[in-house]
């Protein structure tokens, strides 16, 4: 199975309205960010699948190559982020908003997120939300991809996987199914998520991943495909 990715829109651009207490700390992280999101941008933003060309002439390469090329430099630049983010927090904590004010403060959050160390990080983000450096819907999300990685129900319906399907008389894989994780308690899902911050409800967030939400429980999880 695989983890499905949501691509969120890019941190506006205009500067936030409190002066950060380091400007300095704050351009790294804003270019950390664009750094973050410019591959994924280009491998999961669905409008890209259109121009192939223009995005391979644009990075100088074959068009051919894209769909290994893309993955390799995004697996290549969140490394990089990874290791300077790590130096970052330990310098300063986690920079949140009254360091480098918003949307700044969501730069770290993104590189931890696309990491394999969130179980290292979580206690940290949610001291950073619940003292509002961090919106908590940030720190909800987190917690649900970490809740899924462990085989756990999540809590908020952030996290979706999908699973191959294959034609049983060719053998041959016919496109993925994608599902939203189990939720713990999924009837009052949605009353969690507005508590959490969050704007949408679980079936709207779904659909914004291009699924049309169910109840799933770890059973079923548990007899999908695991390839």
Do not use: C
């Not at 179980?119 to 917690?143: C, D, H, R, T, V």
């Amino acid at each position: 199975m695989k983890l499905l990715f949501l691509l969120l829109p890019l941190l506006p651009q205009l500067a936030a309205a409190q002066t950060p207490q380091n400007p300095r700390l704050k351009h790294e992280l804003d270019s950390i960010y664009a750094v973050d999101q410019k591959w994924r941008s280009l491998l999961f933003d669905p409008r890209q699948r259109f121009r192939p060309d223009s995005v391979a002439r644009a990075l100088g390469v074959t068009r051919e190559s894209l769909p290994t090329y893309i993955p390799q430099q995004m697996m290549r630049s969140d490394s990089a982020n990874q290791v300077r983010v790590k130096q970052l927090i330990k310098q300063y904590g986690y920079p949140g908003k009254s360091l480098v004010g918003e949307p700044t403060n969501e730069a770290a959050w993104y590189v931890i997120q696309h990491s394999d160390d969130i179980k290292q990080y979580l206690p940290l983000i949610k001291k950073a939300a619940s003292k509002g450096e961090l919106p908590f819907y940030l720190y909800a999300q987190m917690l649900d991809r970490q809740l899924m990685r462990q085989g756990k129900e999540q809590l908020y319906g952030t996290q979706a996987m999908g699973y191959n399907v294959t034609n049983p008389a060719t053998g041959r894989r016919e496109g993925q199914r994608p599902f939203v994780w189990p939720i713990r308690d999924a009837a009052d899902v949605n009353a969690r998520r507005q508590k959490a911050g969050f704007k949408n409800t679980v079936e709207q967030n779904a659909a914004l991943m291009g699924i049309s939400y169910r109840v799933v429980t770890l059973e079923e999880v548990a007899k999908m495909p695991k390839q």
